[in-house]
């Protein structure tokens, strides 16, 4: 069977020029991504067909220059992340049935990423975010000596989920957070956090979260689930920081914006019943934080303007206490 | 290129998957300033893809001894006993020290690790992580190579190897994001590159298993040894070829042929489908052959295991079937056929990880100890990277302290400007010549067809001479990519060299065992033959000659060689 594969090139200046249409600037906030040519392809393969197998179909028989990272054909080593129709898979199991909308798919380097050559993106963001995060056991002592640390199974099964992840990196190349913010730790090393803070075997749970908590970590994630739904393995990486959140509060590191910021919202739930977008911002900031204040004058400035400044005086919605007694029953934090 | 970029290391290590970062790690230990050159990251070499498990006899009622003599009826008595018993004496270690790393192997109900149990073994003795094993060990020593702090020149493609006068004294690299070649001038260089898969086709190995570490010491004048010793493991997958781990066995699943008979009780009434991998691969050979197949497989059964068996244990395989066949392996049975999948033999190296050439080691895949002789059962090739790894990483270490006269700047200059000039005159050529990509599917197909389950002398004299004239041919391939930087088309053409060294070493070996031993079975002589053939073959290329074969005694210490049944 006949597929159309539009495949998005790029090579740097000083090789030769990949063929195809020129593509058009990326929408925000990529816009200062390099821009593409566009050179589609028809291959003959069969219904079941991969993506991926297109692509290597094309690199072996239709245009040698084409360059794809690819190793193991079958989601495993992680190397093929890219985007199919504007968003971050594998295409080793993309189906090209699946994925062929108005009769083509369009195959491209993410433009979150800095772009190396046609498919193939600098994925040095990617590790440098694993490697801060400091994934590596820090023993709890003592080491038991020619034997295995002793925990419980459940305990270990609680980390597999991460474990699964192959760091194709389709979160990062997807996350609405890091779009904005370059130095926001990103959904795969955010998961890892997570997962050597919950090792049982691990000796620097408190120093981890405490690191975690600061700006550009766990707080920073918008929780838009674009990472849970790219993922390939399952990793589910927003739910990985949901439980670094819990473990970090739980354990007191909570003099941070987010979770000031956490606080304020649930407070003002409790108490009237609805959100008060006027207390929400100075008391995420931290109501003494001058500075960081004075830096949102602009802002509220704007709103007056536009008509859009919450009411000054907040009212309660009827019946608050029934929304009070549930807060009670969800536990201590905010009786 | 501009300038000759010439970097020093005490240590230099190829490839980054188990066995390379293991040695890395262990080098820089004992004091040696050491670094890893990949072709691809870490994390994507191939060891990730080792689902099963890792072997040790660790548990009560086992012993390194079961374990040792399991992996030489394994062998076929082909196995060398002395490095084997180093393997499974200190396996228990490797493993503890693993789960010191993070490893979240799968515990007991008493907190302590658990076993599966796995082909050709007399106990269970298989520590695991789900069927994610090899991807967990691989990131658990990539982490501790980050906190470790070690030198990584990631998608760096390295050509050649530098031997003066008759030692390795590092190797030339291209440096596939710049487009640049460089030197990297060690005392030591361990070749930790991984086996060749794609020599095969299809095969259960990734597209980047070339065979690139073991042509490179060939090239060098290290000799090959057990080439002809090639696994077919039992369940790969129809059509893609990919593999469907032997724990599925393990935890019970069956094979059954046309009819819904469990065929190997008949070929292997005692361990059944557990019989070791060359049994079952010809036992399935021969049921599709009898016409009791379907489409050309054998159907692998897990639906009485369960759901939860196979969701908690098995996940990615459950995956895999439903992704690339749109199976449901808890409803219907998967098509599986033998595939190629391991080479027993490799580069020869002693049980220190060292090969004869001064100066060159080699571990993992791509060496040969031997510790799996003509037959390596499932989850001891982890453990193999492990051990020999960690072996060549300390051997390396303390004998670079003894070298002391290295070669000069003006001969490293020298030879990167030769090594420029091949590589240059690769990509010049007319763009008319011949396909890579055609060129390597042919030997693939070749290969499989004439050098897989069963031989015979026609078969491989045919398969030696269009192997000889695919030599013939790549002399022509073109590189039709003019790029320099992430110029695929240059470094497959150069696997592809790789490749057609290690398949014409893999042959002449194939001719040369006129027996049938572990994988290697000849149905013109159908039977093992100790008297004449309890040894090594060893292949050692000649410049402007033949390659030369030479033979290496089996050590024996204290199994001797009886008939293997199962």
């Known amino acids: 069977m006949q597929w159309t594969v539009v495949v998005g090139r790029y090579s740097p200046p000083g090789d030769p020029q990949p063929k195809g249409e020129m593509g058009p600037a990326f929408r925000e906030p990529y816009q200062n991504a390099p821009r593409k040519t566009y050179q589609t392809f028809k291959v003959d393969l069969p219904d079941h067909a991969m993506v991926l197998d297109a692509l290597i179909h094309i690199r072996e028989y239709e245009d040698e220059s084409l360059a794809v990272r690819c190793a193991c054909r079958s989601a495993i080593c992680g190397s093929c992340a890219m985007w199919v129709n504007g968003h971050a898979r594998l295409v080793c199991t993309s189906k090209l049935r699946e994925h062929t909308k108005d009769g083509k798919v369009v195959v491209e380097a993410p433009p979150s990423m800095p772009i190396v050559k046609d498919l193939v993106c600098d994925m040095t963001p990617f590790w440098r975010k694993n490697m801060s995060v400091k994934p590596w056991l820090q023993n709890k002592q003592p080491v038991p000596q020619g034997e295995e640390y002793r925990v419980p199974n459940a305990a270990m099964e609680n980390l597999i989920q991460e474990v699964s992840c192959i760091s194709c990196g389709a979160c990062l190349m997807d996350c609405e957070s890091f779009a904005v913010n370059q130095n926001f730790l990103g959904p795969a090393a955010l998961a890892k956090a997570y997962r050597y803070t919950a090792d049982p075997r691990d000796a620097d749970t408190d120093v981890r979260l405490r690191e975690y908590s600061e700006s550009n970590g766990v707080w920073d994630c918008t929780h838009c689930y674009e990472c849970v739904q790219v993922c390939p393995k399952g990793v589910a990486p927003l739910d990985q920081i949901l439980k670094l959140r819990k473990l970090a509060v739980d354990a007191g590191f909570t003099d941070n914006a987010g979770t000031r910021h956490a606080d304020a919202f649930a407070e003002s739930v409790r108490d009237s019943g609805r959100l008060n977008e006027l207390t929400l911002s100075p008391k995420s900031l931290g109501l003494f934080n001058i500075p960081a204040q004075l830096q949102t004058l602009p802002a509220a400035f704007n709103l007056l303007r536009a008509g859009k400044l919450p009411p000054l005086i907040h009212p309660k919605i009827p019946n608050v206490e029934r929304i009070k007694n549930i807060f009670k029953k969800i536990g201590e934090r905010f009786k | ?566």
């Open chain 2, 1 to 566: 290129m501009e300038s000759a970029v010439i970097i020093d290391h005490d240590v230099v290590v190829i490839g980054a998957g188990l066995a390379g970062m293991r040695a890395a790690l262990e080098a820089a230990r004992n004091g040696a300033q050491v670094a890893v050159v990949s072709k691809v990251h870490p994390v994507r070499s191939h060891s990730g893809a080792a689902q099963g498990g890792i072997n040790a006899a660790i548990a009560a009622g086992d012993s390194w001894e079961t374990h040792a003599f399991d992996t030489i009826k394994g062998s076929d008595y082909l196995a060398d006993q002395d490095a084997v018993e180093i393997m499974c004496r200190e396996a228990p270690g490797d493993i503890i020290e693993l789960e010191h790393m993070g490893v979240i192997f799968y515990r007991n109900e008493d907190g302590k690790l658990g076993t599966r149990a796995f082909g050709g073994a007399s106990k269970a003795r298989t520590y695991f992580v789900g069927d994610i094993t090899g991807q967990a060990l691989l990131y658990a020593l990539y982490d501790q190579l980050l906190k470790a702090g070690c030198k990584v020149y990631e998608e760096w493609f390295v050509t050649s190897l530098w031997m003066v006068d008759g030692a390795c004294r590092g190797a030339v690299a291209l440096d596939m994001i710049k487009g640049d070649l460089a030197l990297l001038r060690a005392k030591a260089v361990i070749v930790a590159s991984g086996g060749m898969g794609r020599v095969y086709e299809p095969s259960t190995n990734a597209l980047i298993c070339t065979g690139d570490g073991i042509a490179l010491a060939y090239r060098a004048g290290a000799p090959v040894m057990d080439m002809e010793m090639v696994q077919y493991h039992p369940t790969t997958l129809k059509g893609s070829g990919f593999l469907m781990t032997e724990a599925a066995r393990g935890e019970g699943a069956y094979l059954l042929n046309n009819k819904g008979e469990r065929f190997m009780l008949t070929y292997a009434p005692t361990m059944k489908e557990l019989a070791s991998r060359d049994v079952v691969s010809r036992a399935e050979t021969q049921e599709i052959a009898a016409g009791r197949g379907v489409d050309l497989c054998v159907l692998l059964d897990l639906r009485h295991l369960g759901a939860d068996v196979v969701l908690k244990k098995l996940p990615q395989i459950h995956e895999m079937a439903l992704d690339f066949l749109n199976i449901d392996m808890l409803k219907d049975p998967v098509p599986v056929r033998p595939g190629m999948h391991y080479i027993m033999g490799g580069v020869k190296t002693d049980a220190g990880a060292r090969t004869p050439v001064p100066g060159l080691y080699a571990a993992g895949e791509c060496a040969c100890v031997s510790v799996h002789g003509g037959n390596r059962l499932g989850a001891n090739s982890l453990l193999d990277t492990l051990v020999f790894g960690r072996h060549g990483g300390r051997n390396a270490a303390a004998d670079v302290k003894k070298v002391t006269a290295m070669p000069s700047d003006s001969a490293g200059e020298q030879l990167l400007a030769a090594e420029q000039r091949r590589v240059q005159s690769l990509c010049d050529r007319p763009v008319t010549g011949e396909s890579h990509a055609k060129l390597r599917l042919q030997l693939g197909t070749l290969m499989d067809e004439k050098v897989g389950v069963y031989r015979d002398e026609a078969g491989l004299r045919d398969a030696l001479a269009q192997i000889n004239d695919l030599q013939k041919r790549f002399e022509t391939v073109a590189v039709r990519d003019r790029s320099r930087v992430f110029n695929q088309a240059l470094t497959f053409a150069l696997e592809l060299g790789f490749m057609l060294d290690c398949a014409e070493a893999t042959v002449i070996s194939a001719i040369d065992r006129t027996e049938s031993r572990g994988a290697h079975y000849r149905t013109d002589y159908p039977q093992r033959n100790d008297a004449q053939w309890l040894k090594h073959i060893e292949v050692t290329r000649r410049d402007g000659a033949a390659s030369a074969i030479s033979y290496l005694p089996v050590t024996i210490t204290k199994w001797q060689p009886q008939e293997r049944k199962y």
